[in-house]
């Protein structure tokens, strides 16, 4: 009985290719993570200094929160947006009177109040927090959806 042996070739001139291909994309989503997260930490930066204007519009002291807000800082990848404490103050505070003496309280009083002569001011909150990341959620959600990582992904498709 003769024996018939079967000759199975694989060709792998693909293999490297594909390699390749992958590798290069290990490479830019890691990037394009890192440009999208910051380009997300940028608007909600932006859309945060916005609703702060819009809530104190009518003369509200803010101090240099504006400033703070558009520093974004960020280690190993995260970025993040760092509100100082009286930010937070000025978003959930009570209504209340606060004596004039204090002196970022009275260098205000005397720009936008000229001649008031009271022992105290009545201040009220100013919510800013809230809107500021509504917006900034809705214009986040745009970025990602045309962002360089959904473009490395599509690259990968191809």
């Not at 693909?14 to 490479?27: E, K, L, N, P, Y």
């Not at 200094?49 to 190993?76: E, P, V």
């Not at 930010?87 to 959930?92: A, D, K, P």
Request: charged content about 30%.
């Amino acid at each position: 009985m003769p024996t018939t042996l079967v000759r199975v070739d694989i060709d792998v001139k693909g293999v490297a290719h594909v390699r390749d291909r992958f590798g290069r994309f290990i490479t830019n989503i890691g990037r394009a993570q890192d440009e999208d997260a910051r380009a997300i930490a940028r608007i909600f930066s932006d859309w945060l200094r916005i609703s702060l204007r819009n809530a104190t519009q009518k003369g509200g002291w803010t101090g240099r929160l504006d400033l703070s807000l558009a520093r974004i800082q960020g280690s190993n990848k995260r970025y993040f947006i760092k509100i100082p404490l009286y930010g937070i103050y000025l978003n959930q505070m009570k209504a209340h009177r606060v004596s004039v003496s204090r002196p970022p309280l009275n260098e205000w009083i005397a720009d936008n109040l000229p001649g008031y002569d009271a022992r105290y001011i009545f201040v009220r909150p100013h919510p800013w927090i809230e809107d500021g990341l509504r917006w900034g959620r809705a214009n986040a959600r745009e970025r990602m959806q045309r962002g360089r990582v959904k473009q490395e992904i599509d690259k990968l498709r191809r």
